[in-house]
């Protein structure tokens, strides 16, 4: 049985109290993330460990792993939406701006004949 440091398990019991309202922020979860890994990385190469201890601490590493990776993966996706947003928004302006240059040398041309 895996047994949480007294810091890790307090953590996680403040954590449980928390209303809904106040859900952790990805840097916070990240923050706990590395903590946790941090915790199972010295148990897994611990000299007291024993090997049982060491597959199952090593599942948590892999575990928290694999958390953080899909956190900032999100984060990633998030930054990407944001710059295609901006990207649309440029091009937009840029076309409009193209329309009115058209339509203004347009007008030019038919009052010059």
Known sequence: ???LSAKLENQVVHSRKKK???APSRDWLLQRL???LEIAMSK???PKTTPEERI?????VIS???????????VDIEAL???IEELKALTLAKLSDEQTADQEG???TSTDN
């Open 106 to 108: 347009n007008t030019e």
């Open 56 to 60: 199952k601490w090593s599942r948590v």
């Open 81 to 83: 939406k944001k710059q």
């Open 20 to 22: 809904l309202a106040d």
């Open 1 to 3: 049985m895996i047994v």
């Open 34 to 36: 590395g903590e946790i």
């Open 64 to 74: 928290a792993g694999q958390a953080c990776n899909s956190v900032l993966r999100d």
């Open 44 to 46: 897994v190469t611990g």
